[in-house]
């Protein structure tokens, strides 16, 4: 019989029939995501029912949505967060998780970079007077020399270490466990996370969302904050307080956020938004063309690999 593949995800598909044609090479029969938009619980259980396998973004795998697929064996995820799954109870029903590794990293680092930039050289703000008819000179920051605290260095968190490196900036870095690959090809430190968040310039976050880690950078560890580093958020938004961050932002502890995630997404009522020293973006660390094929092409061959 042949197996039935169910496309949750709002993106699989959108730049590229690449990761389709896989699926249909391979034999599987492929259901589209009829809505066309991320989806709530209950319209994830509402086309899954006969899945073999399901390709999913941010929409909620839960339990419930597990329970109303019998026949799944895989969810492959594009990306590489698992956070939107509950992967202990797949693991019950001995389901596979796969993820996009190594399709993401550079992207997200991307714009890790080009907030760093955008910030110390006040190129927004520049542009802002240049368009109001001033010609004002702002006064900015080299990057050279300047101390990165890096939050996880896991392959993201590597791939934020590289591109800073080519800027001539020192790297710091805190995880649960030493990456003594990483320190050994990028020449990068390992420090506590109260050094970290007392010794960087600017901070930016790569750890997965764990009981750990959740509301981990809270007022008590923003006031350790000696140098009034930019903060950066391109992981998971509950690993920052947010109402302790702008609670930091008005007493000067924090000099710029940027913030690409949230507590819950979408999100358009941040209160992050009433303050000029923060970026907000709308969770797009891995929207380039490039990467959406990319992870459309790695999410389907996890599939055709599983059941092959």
């Known amino acids: ?62 339990k419930k949505v597990i329970d109303g697929a019998p ?30 590794l190594g399709v993401v990293e550079k992207p997200v680092a991307e714009l890790v970079m ?44 590597r791939e934020v270490a590289r591109k800073a490196k080519a800027f001539d900036m020192k790297i710091i870095y805190t995880d649960a466990r030493r990456n003594e690959k ?30 750990s880690t959740r509301g981990k950078i809270n007022y008590e560890a923003m006031k350790a904050m000696k140098k009034k580093p930019i903060l950066i958020n391109t992981a998971r938004g509950p690993v920052i307080n947010e109402a302790d961050l702008c609670k930091a932002l008005e007493e000067g502890m924090v000099s710029f956020a940027a913030i690409d995630v949230y507590d819950v997404e979408p999100k358009t009522d941040s209160p992050l938004k009433e303050y000029d020293n923060v970026i907000l973006t709308p969770h797009v660390g891995t929207f380039t063309e490039e990467v959406f094929i990319n992870m459309d092409i790695l999410a389907a061959k996890n599939i055709v690999d599983h059941f092959r």
């Not at 698992?82 to 596979?96: G, H, L, M, Q, R």
């Not at 368009?131 to 990057?143: A, E, F, I, P």
């Not at 090809?185 to 976050?205: P, R, T, Y």
């Open 182 to 211: 990483a320190e050994e090809e990028l020449g990068v430190e390992f420090v506590s996370f109260e050094e970290l968040m007392a010794g960087s310039d600017a901070i930016s976050i790569h750890v997965p969302l764990l009981e």
């Open 114 to 157: 080009s907030y760093i930039l955008n910030i110390n050289r006040k190129i927004s703000e520049l542009n802002k007077e240049m368009k109001m008819g001033n010609w004002t000179k702002l006064l900015g920051n080299s990057l050279e020399g300047k101390v990165l605290g890096i939050m996880g260095m896991g392959n993201i968190g």
């Open 71 to 100: 026949n799944l064996k895989i969810i492959s995820r594009r990306g590489v967060g698992t956070d939107s799954v509950d992967v202990e109870y797949a693991k019950e029903k001995e389901i596979v998780v796969s993820r996009t």
């Open 1 to 62: 019989m042949t197996k039935k593949i169910v496309i949750t995800s709002e993106f699989f598909g959108k730049f590229s029939d690449e990761g389709e044609k896989i699926l249909l090479d391979a034999g599987f029969e492929v259901i589209e995501n009829p809505y066309k938009k991320l989806l709530d619980e209950d319209e994830v259980i509402s086309i899954i029912g006969e899945a073999d396998g399901i390709i999913c973004d941010l929409e909620g795998i839960t």
